[in-house]
T-cell receptor
Framework: DAKTTQPNSMESNEEEPVHLPCNHS???????IHWYRQLPSQGPEYVIH???SNVNNRMASLAIAEDRKSSTLILHRATLRDAAVYYC???????????FGTGTRLTIIP | DAGVIQSPRHEVTEMGQEVTLRCKPI?????LFWYRQTMMRGLELLIY????????DSGMPEDRFSAKMPNASFSTLKIQPSEPRDSAVYFC???????????FGQGTRLTVV
């Protein structure tokens, strides 16, 4: 299975944009890049996913490098409610297992 | 839809007892996942089903753990006999396909004393 690498922790100021990086240098051509987050005392929740093109939704944007070996989750204006552990995960049609790594713990500073 | 529903939310049991955790996936979803989360090991995938069939149970820790999905709307994770090291939060998730959004339940916090 292709592996992802994320920083253990990041901090950001409230109301500032946040860029969360993920490296996936062994990604295959059919792997989708998913982001989930886990708020304190809750189950993980879906944030966004993409294949090749950048993606936007109401929660965040996903910027995918041209060679697809890295991606960045962008929170445009962080709020205190965005403090969570963010996970970058790869899946494809032949392997839909959502395997969580250690993720990035995001702290928002008021 | 009420989302993925897990029961019970909390379970405290004595070592050696049988524990059964239950999950109702979102209607129409054909994939179901069971996870265990601890501080030491993070989120571990235990088993996942597709169309009620177990596809990958390589994460099931040992024979004391078993999971079933008798129909598309119900799954159980059983631990028999339970041990203190099984104490964790157990999550169930369902999805409509391999590259679609997965929805997680609120989890069952299991404490084995």
């Amino acid at each position: 299975d292709a592996k992802t690498t994320q920083p253990n922790s990041m901090e950001s100021n409230e109301e500032e944009p946040v860029h969360l990086p993920c490296n996936h240098s062994t990604i295959s051509g059919t792997d989708y890049i998913h982001w989930y987050r886990q708020l304190p005392s809750q189950g993980p929740e879906y944030v966004i996913h993409g294949l090749t093109s950048n993606v936007n939704n109401r929660m965040a944007s996903l910027a995918i490098a041209e060679d697809r070996k890295s991606s960045t989750l962008i929170l445009h204006r962080a709020t205190l409610r965005d403090a969570a552990v963010y996970y970058c995960i790869l899946t494809n049609f032949g392997n839909e297992k959502l395997t969580f790594g250690t993720g990035t713990r995001l702290t928002i500073i008021p | 839809d009420a989302g993925v529903i897990q029961s019970p939310r909390h379970e405290v049991t004595e070592m050696g007892q049988e524990v059964t955790l239950r999950c109702k996936p979102i209607s129409g979803h054909n994939s179901l996942f069971w996870y265990r989360q601890t501080m030491m090991r993070g989120l571990e995938l235990l088993i996942y089903f597709n169309n009620n069939v177990p596809i990958d149970d390589s994460g099931m820790p040992e024979d004391r753990f078993s999971a079933k999905m008798p129909n598309a709307s119900f799954s159980t994770l059983k631990i028999q006999p339970s041990e203190p090291r099984d104490s964790a939060v157990y999550f169930c998730a369902s999805s409509g396909g391999p590259v679609t959004e997965a929805f997680f339940g609120q989890g069952t916090r299991l404490t084995v004393v």
